[in-house]
Nanobody, 126 residues
Framework: QVQLVESGGGLVQAGGSLRLSCAAS????????MGWFRQAPGKEREFVAS????????DYADSVKGRFTISRDNAKNTVALEMNSLKPEDTAVYYC???????????????????WGQGTQVTVSS
């Protein structure tokens, strides 16, 4: 079983950048397809980005494509979400998630992920 802890959230002005990190313990992240999701107040949790088991394939929500980048550092056992050109509508709690069972592909559906971090708040001011 893997434990996930997000960090790197904060308050940033529109147009700015943040780098979120998801640190793992208990298992190596190279054993999991990974995803980032976010949830704004009063809204459902939504897909942001995912990486396949080998991170050879990445996928992004249309709303963040070209601005966000998901990556994995096997040596540090972390997954990052680089966020550029941030907009007020990016404000949310961001969660990283790991897909168990040795499944290869990432997924846009939150129900396909088995392990979740506690989340980190990102606030973008206008």
């Amino acid at each position: 079983q893997v434990q996930l802890v997000e960090s790197g959230g904060g308050l940033v002005q529109a147009g700015g950048s943040l780098r979120l990190s998801c640190a793992a313990s208990g298992r190596t992240l190279s054993s999991y397809a990974m995803g980032w999701f976010r949830q704004a107040p009063g809204k459902e949790r939504e897909f942001v980005a995912s990486g396949s088991l080998t991170f050879s394939i990445t996928d992004y929500a249309d709303s963040v494509k070209g601005r966000f980048t998901i990556s994995r550092d096997n040596a540090k056992n972390t997954v990052a979400l680089e966020m550029n050109s941030l907009k007020p509508e990016d404000t949310a709690v961001y969660y990283c998630a790991a897909r168990g069972g040795g499944l290869w592909g990432g997924s846009r559906s939150s129900i396909d992920y088995d392990y979740w971090g506690q989340g980190t708040q990102v606030t973008v001011s206008s």
